[in-house]
């Protein structure tokens, strides 16, 4: 198998087939196209033609390179021409009768020194290789949409599969300018195996009618920095793709968190599959279109909510970062805030902080001197709670300690007028504990911020059984005018981005468990192949352990699930003393400060 691999076959001429082509040809290679649809073959071929054309006008490319990329680029419609090929890769549909009846066809064509791959990111590459004459040379490889802007690939190893195959086909994907990362053989690999578990998750929560589509999606790209939202990403995989994947995943792990959601199998029964069918979870002005169109689960246009009463002054209780954060951003926007902590001193030193965020602001060209000044002059600290007798909001950012809040909560009904909306900024902990502390819980509600919250743009609203229409209303026209993006959600374990974000990490850490993958290929996979800003590992060093652990011991309380259990390995960890980055060691190691 020591091959240069120069002439490559691609079996399957859809989008990623394509996609796939024009990246082996702008490597240099000579590529076979196989497809029995003449449409497909055209398809590619043009798309290429396009693509090159482009890169022509851009000056990344000359015109005598784009004539040359083209030559060795030949379609056929029969299996037969890749008799010549090196390496086979086979990317046509999810099905183990058809891929396994290409690898047989192929057994009989090509030299039995070439590899044959395969593209699926579903099935067992196992059971396929199983049905070759050559199980030795059969492999996985996994590239991601759009394959020529992706940098990901991942290299499928079967239990036959020969190691000097390992090692060609993960040359060739450094030569084509991506990022190999080795993984074994299991349904979904380490990025679909942690991404569609998420995405399963997302649409069991709008299918249970907890949050809409557009608030889970918002909550996740602005919660999280990702650049879809899950339900118009399961939109663009495909729906009907998601559910194969899924069933896959759970006839191999039987976790729950893999059971396809039953709205997926409904929308793929009806053919609503996503973009490709015009319709899925979004309505889309044609079949393949991106451009979302308004239907009749589109909510109606903002600014029309009705407001009781004004909010012009907000007391904010808490010294950390957190609380200083919460307190910026009102001053900034125009609010009076009072700023209270446990005595002057910790007062003080949490508005002194908020000036050197916003002489950072300044520096940065972000803020006028005179916004600064304006904005500190709105910040009044104080050293208690008996400060805040005439705020018409205060919002609470103490340690997230169910019994401290329920304190502060019976102080602040003392303390406070009436008609004061009282706010908790908990991230995992029940609103309506907080709300049953007080003799007013119609005026208790949930305002969840993301750290840090001057820069980040999400608040999850969370109101109770017991929340009056006109605090859920009046809160978030508040949050619009500080100028965050208000998502709804009910008073249950994790809100929305925590309930689908940390079964996701406590999955990461599950791979490791086993072996599967090593911290640094997980990471790189979610960075490069779904586009996180963070890998787990990253993400949960950033965010503590000891943080991570108490909110899934939460989820798990909650929701009973097995699959929510905490990592055994996470707790370990958190026993160790070893929280991440705040420690100097979590996950990783870190240099001390």
Known sequence: MDTPLSTIAVVGLGTMGAGIAEVLLRAGREVIGIDISADAARGAVAAVEASTARAVTRGRITEDERTALLSRFRTSAELGAAATAELVIEVVPESYELKQRVFRELDAIVAPTAILATGTNALSVTRLAAESAHPERVLGLHFFNPAPAMKLVEVVSSVLTAPPAVDAVTALALELGKEPVAVGDRPGFVADGLLFGYLNQAAAMYESNYASREDIDAAMK????????????????????????????????????HAPAPILRQLSEAGLTGRKAGRGFYTYEAAGSAVVVPDALTPAASGGEPVAHGVRSVGVAGSGTMASGIAEVFAKAGYEVVLAARGREKADAAKARIAKSLARSVDKGRLSADARDAALARITPAASLDAFADVDLAVEAVAEDLAVKQQLFGTLDKVCKPGAILATTTS???????????SRPRDVIGMHFFNPAPAMKLVEVVRTVLTSDEVHATVRAVTAEIRK???????????????????????????????????????????????????PFELLDVVGLDVSLAIEKVLHAEFRDPGLAPAPLLEHLVAAGCLGRKTGRGFREYARR
């Open 428 to 438: 995992s902990l029940p609103v309506v504990a907080c709300a049953r502390a007080t």
């Open 485 to 535: 993006h208000p998502v709804d959600c009910g008073d249950r374990a994790g809100f929305i981005v925590n309930a689908l974000l940390f079964p996701y990490l406590n999955n990461a850490i599950k791979m490791v468990e086993e072996h599967y993958a090593t911290l640094d290929d997980i990471d790189a996979a979610m960075k490069l192949g779904g586009g996180y800003p963070m890998g």
């Open 222 to 257: 602005l919660g999280c920095g990702l650049p879809m939202g899950p339900l118009a990403l399961l939109d663009l995989i495909g729906i009907d793709t998601a559910r194969t994947v899924l069933e896959a995943m759970y006839s191999a792990s039987h976790d729950r968190l």
